[in-house]
């Protein structure tokens, strides 16, 4: 029964939970024995909530009582470690922050406590959610579930590592320009990073810069993706990005009044990417216009002439840079990990340099609406290679040498736009790792990329979203 506790999704356990059939504490029990099993080889989590049983046995209280239950009640989730939790540590993947310790949950938090969910642990990260691997001088490196050689990626990576694990059904992780995402393809989970906005920031380092920023759910189906979605969105009162009241449709699988367009890229327009995620890619595209869509093979004119990796490095180093300051100051070397070093170093943009790349950052967004004014949903991929050795900062992709930022080249688009994305698993590399694809809606558009999202999911045939330690 624990076994297959725990590979059940936030959705089903929370309809077990409400019909009786299992009770809060053995779906908590279920996931603390995986954690005691497999955790010291993963390196997913920094720290256990202690009260999280505790709150399992209050869960199970008020479904005997016959309360009032929340669409998540009972159901464990997890949440990355820049993002706050009261009365829980949240260090921030470095020693500057050792036992720091919030009074308030962030507001995704919250959001998720309020639908009934248990916070189950918090999970690893780079050094302030700073790199596309989750390694850092507090709780050290996270490892790939699939492969332990393997990252599974950043700045999520102990997020994505955990619930592909089954050390957790569902949890939350930030996106800066890869980071719930890339994580996701790395381990083969699903997650959502919404429009800019839609779900508030407030409570998670850093406060300012947040315009690329995103806070967003993990998990091992679309639908959990649907429902902490619906939990999540909304303005607080507080993150000034969070404004749009325009509402979610949750009416996933209801048909379209017309086919569907959907357009997918692989290059030009994202940097090199590997044949055999091409291949995946492509195996996408042909299974949506076996559903009827109407799939072809696209360009965006805009991504080739400005190349959004290069847009974002040029607009964030600047804006950056006094957080990092900020946080590090007067603080020994010793307590600074790779990125924070690297931050710091890292030359002014000129003021010249910085302007083009506003300019182009319009340009890129004028050119996603000219696309989208055709096309309801763009295919493509998320990263350009399966998950990869620990510490390879240096590749070979399709005859192209690169260096590591440029596994970002498919996903900072949509942070620089503001565009909301999934990513999901479609396939398998010939050397058993998952692969994933992304789904980019229009702004606001995340019940369109949810409902394709289901549909792929539906016919997929890849079923193994976890991975057996």
Known sequence: MSNELIFKDATRLAELIRTREVSPVEVMQAHLDRI???????????????????????????VLAGRELGPL????????DSIDTAGVLTQRGSPIFKGRLPEQDATSVARMKKAGGILLAKTNLPEFSYWIESDNLLSGRSNNPWDLTRTPGGSSGGESAAIAAGMSPLGLGTDLAISVRGPAAQTGIVSLK????????TGIWPRA????WHVGP?????????????????????????????????????????????GWLVEPGFGPVDPEVSAVVKSAADALAGLGMVVEPVRIPALERDFAL????????????????????????????????????LPDTSMADYIDAEQAAERLRDGFAEYFSKYDVLL????????????????????QSVDATYLQGATVPLNITGLPGI???????SEGLPINVQLVGSWLAESTILHVAGLLESVSTVRDLHASL
């Open 380 to 399: 493509t991929h998320v990263l350009p290679i399966p998950a990869h050795k620990h510490g390879v900062e240096q590749f070979v992709i399709n005859g």
């Open 36 to 62: 005691a099993a497999v955790e010291p080889r993963v390196n997913a989590l920094v720290t256990l909530a202690d009260t999280a049983m505790d709150a399992a046995k209050a869960a199970e209280a008020d």
């Open 73 to 80: 009640h009972g159901v464990p989730f997890t949440v990355k």
């Open 218 to 262: 993990m998990a091992r189906s679309i639908r959990d993706l649907k429902l902490a979605f619906e939990q999540l969105y909304g303005p607080d009162g507080q993150d000034a990005f969070s404004t749009m009241t325009v509402p979610f449709d949750a009416g996933i699988g209801s048909a379209p009044v017309r086919p569907l367009r959907v």
């Open 310 to 345: 290069d847009v974002f490095n040029r607009l964030h180093v600047m804006e950056m840079k006094p957080a990092f300051a900020e946080a590090t100051a007067g603080r020994r070397p010793d307590e600074l990990y790779k990125m924070a070093k690297t931050m710091l170093g």
């Open 194 to 201: 919404a429009t800019h906005g839609r779900i508030p920031m």
């Open 423 to 429: 990513a999901m698993r479609f396939g398998t590399s």
């Open 209 to 212: 810069p947040r315009r690329f």
